[in-house]
């Protein structure tokens, strides 16, 4: 399976989210704000190749939450879509990271989400070589 997080503090959204990930056959877990997120990634068995991420939440924000991931070499290989209605902390991502402005599309994302998983999966085939 396909291991994502979902981190997102509107209970609807994330929900939703993790709906539409699953009839996709990804293996879904979520938070609701950083904090939360940070604790999540310590306890899954297998790391996400893909966090989805909300920019404004209680008690840590995306974008203070990003930089603790980016800075950890144990997580900062992980992809990252942040989502966000205003242009915040987290439009600076590297390469491996997007940024959705909210509103955005179910399809869009679908598709981002399958880019950022064939971009780990050639990292991960590159690295085994």
Request: aromatic residues 6%.
């Amino acid at each position: 399976m396909k291991p994502i997080l979902v981190v997102d503090d509107e209970a609807d959204i994330r929900e939703a989210l993790v709906e539409i990930l699953e009839r996709e056959n990804y293996s879904v877990h979520s938070a609701r704000n950083g904090q939360e997120a940070l604790e999540k990634l310590k306890s899954l068995e297998e790391l996400p190749q893909v966090i989805i991420l909300d920019g404004q939440m209680p008690v840590m924000d995306g974008s203070t939450f990003y930089k603790i991931l980016s800075q950890d070499p144990h997580y900062n290989r992980i992809s990252v879509i942040a989502l966000s209605g205003n242009l915040g902390g987290l439009v600076n991502l590297p390469s491996h990271c997007r940024f959705f402005r909210k509103p955005f599309t179910v399809p869009e994302l679908l598709t981002t989400v399958a880019e950022l998983f064939e971009i780990q999966t050639s990292k991960e085939s590159v690295r085994a070589s």
